[in-house]
C-alpha cells in the first residue's frame, strides 16, 4: 500500500471565536494565531509577532527565523533578496522544499512547476510570521515533508491610525515606509508603501558600478462588511499588492587565495550582472460566521516577471570550472583562469538573460466547525483548492569581450531557449482536533492530485495522485507542562522533467512544553525517513552538468534532530526586566545509498552528509529594558562547519561562524521611538556559503542604520 494510515501531528484548528468587533476581522490572515495559541498546537510551531520584529528591524526573513528552532538558512548576498530556508533539513536552495505563504495564499511564483522563491515578500511591510513545522503544516502543502511558512502583512487597523520609518546606514541605506488605514462600521482600508534601496557593501574590479539593490514596494487593502452583531455575519476583502527591484548581484564568487584578500571584492567582468523584477498580486476574500462555523473563500492572481542578467559563462568554460582551476595549482591554465578573473586577460564572457514571467492563480476555502458533545468537543477543519501555475523561459545570451584591462565589449546575442511549463493542481485536507479532558487528539488526511506538464521539444508530463494521513496527540499532564507527538506522511512533488519520482518521508516528533510565570521551555525530537529525496537543478545550487530545472532522485536519506527554545523576562525590580532566550537546533543528514550524480549532487556515498546544513545551530538573545522607555537588544548567532557537497572535497568546506547583532530603541512618547541596529558588530569574515555556484562567500560586514518611527 502507497499510502499507510499513520499517527501524526496534524495542525490544530485556530479555535473560532465568538463574534465581536475583533475577531470580524480578515485582513490578517492567520493559521496558527498569536504566540499563546502556538503553545496549544498538537505539533511544533512558532509565531513571531509585530513587537518582536521591532526590536531589530530586520528585512532579511534569514535573520528573523534565526531564532526559530529547526529552521536553518544559507546566506548569499547578505540582504535575504532570495533567501535559502530549510525546515528540518530540507534541501534549502529557494527555499523551495517548504511551503511558502502570505496571508494563507501560496506565494512561490509557481509552487508546483517552478516552487524556487526568486521573489520573497518585502519583510519590511510584514506585521507577523508563522513557522508550522512537521506535522503541524500538513494543512499547508503541496509541501508536507518540512513544514511551512506563512507571513503575515500588515492588518486594517480598528480606527484612523498610521506608521512611518525612515532609515540610513551603511553604503548609503535608505528606507521608507508608510501606512495609514481606517475602519468603520461596514467598510475599512489600508495604504501602504516603502522604498528601500543600498549602494551595497561589495566593490567591483576595475569598475564603480554599486552592488546593491533598489526596491520599491505598494500594497492596499480594502473591506466591507455586515453589521458586526449580525446572526450571519459577512465580510470581503480586497487585497491588491505591487512592487519591483532591481539589484547588482552576481553568482561569482571569489577564489580561495582572493578571498583571503578581500571578501568583498567582485570579478570586473561581473560588472553588468543585474536582477530585475516586478511582482502584482491581488486577492479577493470572503468570509462568512454564523453560530460556530466560520467559512473563508479566497481568490488569488499573481505574476511575477524577472531578468536576471549574469555572467553564465567565462571563456567558454563553466563559472565552477574557472574557479576551480584557479584555485588548484596543478591546473595547466591556473594563470589563464585568474588573469582572466582579475580582468588582465581578454576572453569572450557569456551572460545569460535569465528571463522568465510566472503565473499563479486559484480559490481556495477553508471551513471552521467546532461541535461540543457530552464527552468530546470537535475542532472541525476542511480545506479544498483549486492551483494552477506556470514558467515561460525566454533566455537568450549575450557575449560580451573583456580585454587585457578589464573593460567589457558587448559582442552579440544569440538566440533564446525558451521553455514553458505549465501545473495544474487541486488539494483538499480534512483534519479534527478532539479535545477529551487533558487529552487532545488530532486525525487529519490530506489528498493533492497534480500534473505538471513541460511543453515544447522536450515535452514531458508529471502525474500525481496522493493521499497523505496523519493522527497526533498532545496531553496537558498538568498547569506548566504539556506532551506532544506523533508520525506523518510527507510529500514533495518533484516538478518539470517528467522522468522523477516525487519526494516522500515519513516524518515524526515527540516534544514537551513548559510554562511557568515568565518562563517559557520546549524541547523537540524529531526524525524524517526519506524513501525517495529529490533535488532540483538551478545555478543558485550550485547545478554541474544538467539542465536547469531537471530533478534528481537521491534515494532513501535520514534525517533527524533536536530543537531546543528557552525564553525568560526577568525582573530585576519594577522599573527594569531583562529578557533571555536561547533556540538551539541539532541536525544529522544522512544519504542512505550510493550513487553517482554529476548535476545536482554529485558523487556521493552512503553515510555522507547532506550539503549546506549545519550539523549545530545556536541563538543566544539578551536585552534589557526600563521604564523609562530605553532598552536594548543583543544577538548572537553560531552556526557550526559544512559542506558545500556530499562529497566535500577540496575548497568544499564551510567554515564554522558567528555573529553578533546590537539594538537599542527609546521611546520617546506614547508616537515617536527611535533606534539604531549594528549588525556583525565584530565584521566576521568567514566563508558562510559556496552557492550559488561554487566560489567562496562572505557574510555582510558591520552595517550600522539608524532610524525613527512615528505612529499615529
Not at 524524517?528 to 545555478?539: E, F, K, Q, R
Not at 565584521?683 to 512615528?710: C, H, T
Amino acid at each position: 500500500m502507497k499510502n499507510l494510515l499513520v499517527i501524526s501531528l496534524a495542525l490544530s484548528s485556530v479555535a473560532v471565536h465568538a463574534a465581536d468587533e475583533v475577531d470580524h476581522q480578515l485582513s490578517a490572515v492567520t493559521i496558527i494565531g498569536n504566540e499563546e495559541d502556538a503553545q496549544q498546537v498538537a505539533g511544533s510551531a512558532h509565531v513571531i509577532d509585530s513587537e518582536e520584529l521591532a526590536k531589530f528591524e530586520y528585512t532579511d526573513i534569514q535573520k528573523i527565523l534565526a531564532g526559530v528552532p529547526g529552521v536553518s538558512i544559507r546566506s548569499e548576498d547578505g540582504y535575504g533578496l532570495r533567501p535559502n530556508i530549510s525546515i528540518r533539513g530540507t534541501r534549502d536552495d529557494r527555499s523551495g522544499k517548504i511551503t511558502l505563504m502570505e496571508d494563507g495564499v501560496l506565494i512561490a511564483p509557481a509552487p508546483y512547476s517552478a516552487s524556487s522563491a526568486y521573489y520573497f515578500p518585502t519583510m519590511g511591510r510584514i506585521s507577523g510570521v508563522e513557522v508550522m513545522k512537521g506535522a503541524s503544516a500538513i494543512k499547508n502543502g503541496p509541501y508536507t515533508v518540512g513544514g511551512a511558512l506563512n507571513l503575515i502583512s500588515t492588518p486594517i487597523p480598528y480606527e484612523l491610525s498610521g506608521k512611518t520609518n525612515l532609515e540610513y546606514g551603511s553604503d548609503n541605506t535608505v528606507r521608507a515606509y508608510g501606512a495609514v488605514g481606517d475602519s468603520k462600521e461596514n467598510y475599512g482600508w489600508l495604504i501602504e508603501g516603502q522604498k528601500h534601496q543600498s549602494d551595497g557593501f561589495d566593490t567591483v574590479q576595475n569598475a564603480s558600478d554599486d552592488t546593491g539593490f533598489d526596491k520599491e514596494d505598494v500594497m492596499a487593502k480594502f473591506r466591507v462588511n455586515s453589521d458586526r452583531g449580525a446572526d450571519v455575519y459577512n465580510q470581503l476583502d480586497l487585497k491588491v499588492q505591487y512592487s519591483t527591484e532591481i539589484s547588482d548581484q552576481t553568482y561569482v564568487g571569489l577564489t580561495e587565495a582572493d578571498f583571503k584578500n578581500d571578501a568583498h571584492e567582485r570579478y570586473g567582468l561581473t560588472q553588468q550582472d543585474e536582477m530585475d523584477n516586478e511582482h502584482k498580486e491581488i486577492t479577493l476574500s470572503h468570509l462568512v460566521e454564523f453560530g460556530t462555523t466560520e467559512i473563508t473563500t479566497t481568490g488569488y492572481f499573481i505574476e511575477f516577471k524577472r531578468d536576471w542578467f549574469k555572467v553564465d559563462k567565462i571563456g567558454g568554460e563553466s563559472i565552477n570550472g574557472v574557479i576551480d582551476c584557479a584555485n588548484d595549482s596543478s591546473c595547466a591554465n591556473q594563470a589563464d583562469a585568474i588573469g582572466v578573473l582579475h580582468g588582465e586577460q581578454a576572453a569572450a564572457i557569456d551572460i545569460k538573460h535569465n528571463n522568465r514571467s510566472y503565473e499563479s492563480k486559484g480559490i481556495q476555502t477553508r471551513i471552521k466547525h467546532q461541535l461540543a458533545t457530552t464527552s468530546i468537543d470537535h475542532g472541525f477543519e476542511f480545506g479544498l483548492r483549486y492551483h494552477e501555475d506556470s514558467e515561460d523561459r525566454d533566455q537568450p545570451t549575450e557575449t560580451w569581450q573583456q580585454d587585457a584591462n578589464g573593460n567589457l565589449t558587448y559582442v552579440s546575442t544569440g538566440e533564446p531557449s525558451t521553455r514553458l511549463t505549465k501545473a495544474k493542481a487541486w488539494s483538499a485536507y480534512l483534519s479534527d482536533d478532539m479535545k477529551m479532558g487533558q487529552w487532545v487528539v488530532s486525525p487529519g488526511v490530506r489528498h493533492e492530485k497534480y500534473e505538471i506538464k513541460r511543453e515544447g521539444s522536450d515535452s514531458n508530463v508529471t502525474e500525481q495522485n496522493v493521499t497523505l494521513f496523519g493522527l497526533g496527540t498532545t496531553y496537558q499532564v498538568n498547569e506548566q507542562v504539556i506532551l506532544f507527538g506523533g508520525i506523518h506522511e510527507g510529500h514533495s512533488p518533484a516538478p518539470n522533467d517528467g522522468q522523477t519520482d516525487p519526494e516522500e518521508a515519513l516524518n515524526s516528533e515527540l516534544g514537551l512544553r513548559f510554562t511557568e510565570a515568565n518562563l517559557y521551555a520546549e524541547t523537540t525530537f524529531f526524525y524524517s525517513d526519506y524513501s525517495n529525496l529529490v533535488g532540483v537543478c538551478s545555478a543558485s545550487g550550485g547545478a554541474g552538468d544538467c539542465d536547469i530545472g531537471d530533478t534528481s532522485n537521491a534515494g532513501e536519506a535520514t534525517i533527524h534532530g533536536l530543537e531546543a527554545l528557552v525564553t525568560y523576562d526577568h525582573s530585576v525590580n519594577s522599573a527594569i526586566t531583562l529578557p533571555i532566550g536561547i533556540t538551539y537546533t541539532f541536525t544529522d543528514a544522512t544519504f542512505d545509498t550510493t550513487f553517482e550524480d554529476d548535476g545536482v549532487w554529485g558523487d556521493v556515498e552512503k553515510g555522507d552528509k547532506l550539503p549546506n546544513l549545519a550539523p549545530h545551530q545556536v541563538q543566544l538573545r539578551m536585552g534589557v529594558a526600563h521604564v523609562s522607555g530605553f532598552s536594548a537588544d543583543m544577538n548572537i548567532n553560531y552556526y557550526s562547519e559544512t559542506c558545500s557537497t556530499a562529497a566535500c572535497g577540496v575548497n568544499e568546506d564551510i567554515d564554522a561562524y558567528s555573529v553578533v547583532d546590537l539594538a537599542g530603541r527609546y521611546q520617546i512618547n506614547s508616537q515617536t521611538r527611535v533606534y539604531a541596529t549594528v549588525e556583525n558588530v565584530f565584521n566576521s569574515e568567514d566563508v558562510v556559503a559556496r552557492s550559488p555556484k561554487n566560489g567562496a562567500r562572505a557574510q555582510k560586514p558591520l552595517s550600522m542604520l539608524m532610524g525613527i518611527a512615528y505612529n499615529f
